[in-house]
């Protein structure tokens, strides 16, 4: 079969876990690199011995060699970058939060379901990570009796450093709102996705604070919402960047007949009203538990990004839908930038 032939757009601080993934895919070529600011696409393309590299993203549009873009650029930009690819005709895979505003996300849709003879992934690796499948099995297989609620907890730190750093982030208008839409974004997708989605005609209720980097940020570091379910269930997310903890994920699911909870892609409460239930399940967990591959990029991206890569590159070449595809990531997208609707000033 073909190699796919790739570009990743934009070279910051996740491109280079893109890159790796592509250079470890049997079915993928990367060509190329691309990023504004030259200096930042000349250095990984040495670095990773990419063969070229370009700071205008329509080169890589107009090229015919180019088959597929990963979209590797701040949240307002994914917009007009996917939109153009899928125009000349490209696959692409984007970076979560696949736009910063609910318009952006409007017009990107509309653009996916134009050119449905293309190949369009939204990024949430955690979907591919052993304990998160069996997570999701596990309450498919209705052993939690009916699910009443389903929380999504993130705990992290995000100093001023960080949100002073890079221009983009910390504004409404560019990064589309803070702890919720970057780095609660993926714990609130397992718990939808694990759940089995939002409700379609309920809109979330919130609150969002900006406890301890005011005048830094314009959007929130803290925020707690209820996400009606479409199974009837509720959905709670709670998260803050302005922890002492660094990373701290907890995921839990509470239904009729038992609750399980994972912290940290560990199994961390398993109780169920029927022993040998709890047992099975608590195995299940332990053994789905395994250290993931996290050669590539931060310990807490979870070592799910390579899985993701090779399943849109296969998706490809045997030119079917891949696991998530970008509509499936728009509606995690949607919860979170309806939860920030009531609070955007731009
Ligand atoms: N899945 C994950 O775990 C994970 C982790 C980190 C970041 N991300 C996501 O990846 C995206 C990028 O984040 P980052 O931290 O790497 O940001 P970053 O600011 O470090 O890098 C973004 C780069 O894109 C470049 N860029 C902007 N517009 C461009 C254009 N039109 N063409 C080419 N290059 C352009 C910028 O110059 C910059 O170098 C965001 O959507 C972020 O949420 C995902």
């Given amino acids: 079969m073909n190699k796919v032939k790739v570009a990743v757009i934009g070279c910051g601080v996740i491109a280079p876990t893109h890159i790796q993934c592509y250079q470890a895919c049997e079915g993928a070529e990367l060509v190329a690199v691309c990023d504004i600011v030259e200096e930042r696409a000349r250095k990984l393309a040495e670095q990773y011995n990419v063969p070229r590299f ?7 549009f107009a090229d015919p060699e180019i088959d597929a873009v990963s979209i590797c650029t701040e949240h307002y930009t994914h917009v007009d970058l996917v939109i153009a690819a899928l125009k000349a005709g490209k696959h692409v895979v984007c970076e979560k939060c696949l736009a910063a505003s609910l318009p952006e996300l409007d017009a990107m849709i509309a653009a996916v379901k134009a050119h449905p003879e293309l190949v369009s992934s939204g990024i949430f690796q955690h979907r591919f990570t052993a304990i998160n499948r069996e997570l999701k099995a596990i309450v498919e297989e209705g052993l939690l009796g009916r699910l009443l609620t389903s929380r999504a907890q993130l705990y992290c730190e995000r100093t001023n450093e960080y949100y002073l750093k890079d221009a983009w982030r910390g504004k409404w208008k560019s990064e589309g709102g803070s702890i919720l839409i970057n780095q609660a974004i993926h714990f609130i997708d397992q718990m939808l996705w694990i759940s089995g989605g939002p409700a379609v005609d309920q809109k979330p209720v919130a609150m969002i604070r900006n406890l301890n ?3 830094i940020i314009e959007t929130d570091d803290t925020a707690a919402a209820v996400v009606p379910l479409a199974n009837g269930a509720l959905g709670v997310i709670e998260a803050t960047s302005a922890s002492f903890h660094i990373w701290h994920n907890t995921l839990s699911f509470e239904g009729t007949m038992g609750i399980v909870e994972i912290r940290d892609d560990k199994p961390l409460t398993v109780e169920f009203k ?3 239930v709890q047992a099975a399940v ?15 990029g931060k310990e807490y991206y979870g070592g799910g990004h390579p899985a993701q890569i090779n399943d849109f590159i296969a998706a490809i070449q045997e030119k079917r839908a891949p696991y998530v595809t970008l509509e499936d990531a728009a509606s995690t997208a949607r919860v979170i930038l309806e939860i920030y609707a009531p609070f955007r000033k731009v």
């Fill in 274 to 276: 029927d022993p040998e």
């Fill in 282 to 296: 608590a195995k299940r967990l332990a053994d789905s538990a395994k250290p993931e591959n996290l050669d590539f």
């Fill in 213 to 215: 980097h005011e005048g």
């Fill in 54 to 60: 370009t700071t205008v993203a329509a080169e890589l």
